[in-house]
């Protein structure tokens, strides 16, 4: 069955250094999203793309969060200078159509970024 | 500021029961309304999702919609302690990529 595939699964990084979470959306979707979970919290979205650019970014994502599709299958999130605050899972998700329409978004198993 | 509530719990329901699990949200402009089950530890998997007024029946679950009260609601039949999870709302305007905006979810637990 297809999946959308995150790396890392873990990483832990030093206050101030830049982070580059990767994921590999399911191949036929077209509609791409970031999402994030603070440890008991709510999940809460970052940003989604389409027809290779941004189509909604949500407050969280500001200046220091930047998204890429740099090739055919990769969908990227950097966070340019990471805070204490920034620690959480990061969630990829993909729809094949609008997933505000559908809500079929298929969720990545996330990727656990500890800011130290 | 788009708000969705939901009852943090804990929830325990006895196995075979009914569980009902609610929602409310702030946005009346929302057009579409899901329902997640995320499992400790794991990333949020669709359960259902409702457009339109009323229910909406998928097996043991039922998703119930009442959009003047502004309130979404999921009842499980006969609970199975594979039900135990965090059930998570969520609702968006419709159209484009729109971001899902999700409620903190509601714990819940199916005890044998």
């Known amino acids: 069955e297809p999946e959308v595939t995150q790396t890392p699964s873990h990483q832990v990084t030093q206050m101030g250094q830049e982070v580059i979470l990767r994921c590999v959306p399911i191949s036929n979707h077209l509609y791409f999203y970031w999402y994030r979970q603070i440890l008991g919290q709510k999940v809460e979205f970052l940003v989604s793309?389409?027809?290779?650019?941004?189509?909604?970014k949500s407050e969280i994502f500001d200046d220091q969060f930047s998204v890429e599709r740099p090739d055919g299958s990769n969908f990227t999130l950097k966070i340019r200078s990471t805070k204490l605050e920034d620690s959480a899972m990061y969630f990829c998700?993909?729809?094949?159509?609008?997933?505000?329409?559908?809500?079929?978004?298929?969720f990545g198993e996330g990727s656990r970024l500890t800011v130290l | 500021q788009k708000e969705v509530e939901q009852n943090s719990g804990p929830l325990s329901v006895p196995e075979g029961a009914i569980a009902s699990l609610n929602c409310t949200y702030s946005?009346?402009?929302?057009?579409?309304f899901f329902w997640y089950r995320q499992y400790s530890g794991k990333s949020p998997e669709l359960i259902m999702f409702i457009y339109s007024n009323g229910d909406k029946e998928d097996g043991r679950f039922t998703a119930q919609l009442n959009k003047a009260s502004q309130y979404v609601s999921l009842l499980i039949r006969d609970s199975q302690p594979s039900d135990s999870a965090t059930y998570l709302c969520?609702?968006?305007?419709?159209?484009?990529?729109?971001?899902?905006?999700f409620g903190k979810g509601t714990h819940l637990i199916i005890q044998p």
């Open positions: 793309f389409y027809n290779n650019e941004i189509s909604e």
């Open positions: 969520a609702v968006n305007e419709g159209g484009g990529a729109d971001g899902l905006t």
């Open positions: 946005d009346r402009g929302s057009q579409s």
């Open positions: 998700a993909s729809s094949e159509v609008s997933g505000g329409n559908t809500g079929e978004l298929f």
